[in-house]
């Protein structure tokens, strides 16, 4: 008796499920299941199937779903890295929603804007906007880590809350973290560079002890 071969859409599905609900693809994320042409097809089935949902052009969820508000959009960070990875680029949180995911901030922008190495672009989700916006090197200093969204809160919220930063810095990265953040400094305009260093320099004071 020959094994039935799982259909394309059943491969995709399982590889959704595995991860999770609140996943967020491309296509590209499947190539490796079949061919792009089968994969779009088989993510146009699932989608008027009400398995996946399509967010927007080539990108898709695998949504979760609250029993009162039913499906829930997704996080802005998730969409980001899908859009990142179908161009085999780097997405680094900037501007507003860098200041949040540090805590300096309790409201979270409608617009979560990254910075990238790759193309720009922009998706709207309901009341939800992803912008991603290409930045030169100069701009991606650690792009993709902890140390790097430390540098663009600090490029957000100016000289005068350097000094928060710092402090909530120095409590949430990692040793590793501080320690790219003080090989990066040098890379930072001169005025960020005394808050990186500070930064650094209470990691080495907490390994000593």
């Given at each position: 008796m020959k094994a039935v071969v799982a259909s394309?859409?059943?491969?995709?599905?399982?590889?959704?499920?595995?991860a999770g609900r609140g996943g967020v693809y491309t296509p590209n994320d499947f190539l490796n299941v079949a061919a792009r042409a089968a994969v779009d097809q088989a993510l146009s089935r699932l989608v008027k199937a009400g398995k996946?949902?399509?967010?927007?052009?080539?990108?898709?969820?695998?949504?979760?779903?609250?029993?009162?508000?039913?499906?829930?959009?997704?996080?802005?960070?998730?969409?980001?890295?899908?859009?990142?990875?179908?161009?085999?680029?780097?997405?680094?949180?900037?501007?507003?929603?860098?200041?949040?995911?540090?805590?300096?901030?309790?409201?979270?922008?409608?617009?979560?804007?990254?910075?990238?190495?790759?193309?720009?672009?922009?998706?709207?989700?309901?009341?939800?906007?992803?912008?991603?916006?290409?930045?030169?090197?100069?701009?991606?200093?650690?792009?993709?880590?902890p140390a790097g969204t430390v540098v663009q809160a600090l490029r957000h919220v100016g000289p005068v809350r350097a000094a928060d930063i710092a402090q909530v810095a120095a409590r949430q990265l990692s040793a590793s973290d501080k320690k790219t953040l003080a090989s990066s400094a040098v890379q930072a305009p001169a005025w960020m560079r005394p808050t990186l260093v500070l930064i650094a320099s209470t990691v080495t004071a907490n390994v000593d002890e």
């Open positions: 394309v859409p059943d491969r995709i599905m399982k590889r959704a499920r595995a996946l949902r399509r967010l927007a052009r080539g990108l898709y969820d695998f949504p979760k779903v609250h029993p009162k508000l039913g499906q829930l959009s997704p996080a802005p960070d998730d969409v980001a890295h899908a859009l990142a990875r179908e161009t085999g680029s780097l997405a680094q949180i900037a501007g507003a929603r860098a200041a949040n995911a540090l805590g300096l901030t309790t409201q979270v922008p409608a617009k979560s804007t990254y910075l990238t190495d790759g193309p720009s672009r922009r998706v709207v989700f309901g009341k939800c906007v992803v912008d991603l916006r290409h930045a030169s090197p100069k701009h991606l200093i650690a792009p993709g880590s």
